[in-house]
């Protein structure tokens, strides 16, 4: 019965898609993952079931075989019992010639029960040897499905580690088009111009301021000029350009 759930598993594990249960998987690598531990958990109880099975197989066959040699050993004695009684009745000593005919006998007889006992273990020897050929197939089956398994499982992680690249990649690409940094220089560009226009501001309104004190000496040597000659006309000159 164990023999049978064993064979029924491995059938079962080879037969299953791994593709299918792989998109069935919310997480593919952790079923991956699984899947592997119980191939291999399975793996190991296939040889242990098979190696019992195989075991079995080869005591059947050490009986068969010991019946056949008993079968040719009691055939080769009942000859020999069966010859030494001729011998025996042809010397005309009967008592013994029946003696060895009946050992003959006893031999034959034991022939037939060897020959019958290995006649049938042999059915049994054939349908275990068939049922040890086909487990052998299936974890032969089982352990290339999980290589394929083990690849599939590297597959899957090296494909996670570069969408998970790519992923990084993205939210960094992402976060330099929020924080642009062609739009802090700018900033910083505008800081500076505002900061240059304010000396510029500054310098004209110095030289404005310089321009006015400049304008009030100019207006300031117009009333000296102008003083000096209402002087000269209060002192009967004529009113005209002051020589020195």
Do not use: C
Request: aromatic letters at 4%; a negative charge.
């Amino acid at each position: 019965m164990t023999k049978q759930s064993i064979f029924g598993r491995i059938s079962q594990l080879v037969r299953a898609n791994v593709n299918s249960l792989i998109d069935q998987a919310e997480d593919p690598q952790l079923m991956l993952d699984q899947m592997v531990r119980d191939y291999t958990s399975s793996i190991a109880d296939a040889e242990a079931a098979i190696a019992e099975t195989i075991g079995n197989l080869r005591l059947l066959e050490d009986d068969h075989r010991e019946d056949v040699d008993a079968a040719a050993s009691w055939g080769n004695k009942a000859l020999a019992a069966s010859r030494k009684a001729d011998e025996y009745r042809a010397s005309g000593d009967t008592v013994d010639a029946d003696k060895f005919d009946n050992l003959a006998k006893v031999a034959l007889s034991r022939q037939i029960s060897a020959e019958n006992e290995a006649k049938a273990a042999e059915p049994q020897i054939a349908a275990q040897t068939d049922v040890v050929e086909k487990l052998k197939a299936g974890l032969n089956g089982m352990k290339e499905k999980l290589t394929q398994l083990q690849n599939k499982r590297a597959e899957l992680v090296a494909r996670a580690k570069t969408a998970e690249a790519q992923r990084q990649v993205q939210e960094a690409v992402k976060s330099i088009d929020f924080l642009d940094p062609t739009s802090e220089v700018s900033r910083f560009e505008q800081k500076i111009r505002r900061e240059e226009a304010k000396v510029r501001g500054a310098a004209e309104l110095a030289a404005s301021s310089l321009d006015a004190q400049f304008n009030e000496l100019d207006d300031l040597g117009e009333l000296t000029e102008v003083d000096a000659r209402l002087a000269a006309l209060k002192s009967g000159g004529t009113p005209g350009a002051i020589t020195g």
